[in-house]
T-cell receptor, first 112, second 112 residues
C-alpha cells in the first residue's frame, strides 16, 4: 500500500549548521513531492516542492533533492537559524489513491 | 492563507454526541480535503471532495461523513463522537494543480 517514511523523527543542530531530513516512498509512479513546515499551534505551510522531472530544486537556504530510482527525497536547510525550529513533513502524491500521503514528521530544533 | 477558514476553532464535546466541523473557502477551488493530525501519525486524509456533491474516502474515513452542497463549504460530521476522534482537524484546498495543497488554520477537537 501507499507509504511514506520519514527520518529522523527529531533533529537538533547548532545555529549556522545544515540540517537534512530524508523520506522514502512506496509508489514508483509518484510524481509530486512537497515539504511542509509546521510551527507549534499553527497550520502546515508549504515551503518547497519538487516534481519527478527534476532532480533538485533550491529556494534560498532550502533545497530538495529527488532520487526516483531509489524512491527517496530529502530536504536540506543550510545556515540554520532559530526560526527554522519547527516540525517538517514530507509528502508524496500517489496517483492510484489520487492524493497526498504524509510522513510522520521531523521535529527540528536549532540551538542558538 | 488561500482564503480558508475553519469553524469552530476549538470544541469540547462528550462521547456519543454528533459534531460537525465546517471548512469555508472564498475562491471557488474545486478540490477540498479533511485531514486529522495526531502525534506520531502525521497528517492522515479522512475524506476529500472534487466538486459539489462529489466526495470520496481517504485513509481513515471510518466514523466520519462529509457533505458538500456548495463549492465554498465542505462539512465534516462525526455522527457519534468517540474519544479516539480527539484530534486536530485540518481542511485543505488545491488551487490549481491537483497535487498542491494549502491548509486551513485547524480545529482542535476534544471528545470526553
Amino acid at each position: 500500500g501507499e507509504n511514506v517514511e520519514q527520518h529522523p523523527s527529531t533533529l537538533s543542530v547548532q545555529e549556522g549548521d545544515s540540517a537534512v531530513i530524508k523520506c522514502t516512498y512506496s509508489d514508483s509512479a509518484s510524481n509530486y513531492f512537497p515539504w511542509y513546515k509546521q510551527e507549534l499551534g499553527k497550520r502546515p505551510q508549504l515551503i518547497i516542492d519538487i516534481r519527478s522531472n527534476v532532480g533538485e530544486k533550491k529556494d534560498q537556504r532550502i533545497a530538495v533533492t529527488l532520487n526516483k530510482t531509489a524512491k527517496h527525497f530529502s530536504l536540506h536547510i543550510t545556515e540554520t537559524q532559530p526560526e527554522d525550529s519547527a516540525v517538517y513533513f514530507c509528502a508524496a502524491f500517489f496517483g492510484g489513491a489520487n492524493n497526498l500521503f504524509f510522513g510522520t514528521g521531523t521535529r527540528l530544533t536549532v540551538i542558538p | 492563507d488561500a482564503g480558508i477558514t475553519q469553524s469552530p476553532r476549538h470544541k469540547v464535546t462528550e462521547t456519543g454526541t454528533p459534531v460537525t466541523l465546517r471548512c469555508h473557502q472564498t475562491e471557488n477551488h474545486r478540490y477540498m480535503y479533511w485531514y486529522r493530525q495526531d502525534p506520531g501519525h502525521g497528517l492522515r486524509l479522512i475524506h476529500y471532495s472534487y466538486g459539489v456533491k462529489d466526495t470520496d474516502k481517504g485513509e481513515v474515513s471510518d466514523g466520519y461523513s462529509v457533505s458538500r452542497s456548495k463549492t465554498e463549504d465542505f462539512l465534516l460530521t462525526l455522527e457519534s463522537a468517540t474519544s479516539s476522534q480527539t484530534s486536530v482537524y485540518f481542511c485543505a484546498i488545491t488551487p490549481g494543480a491537483q497535487e498542491t495543497q494549502y491548509f486551513g488554520p485547524g480545529t482542535r477537537l476534544l471528545v470526553l
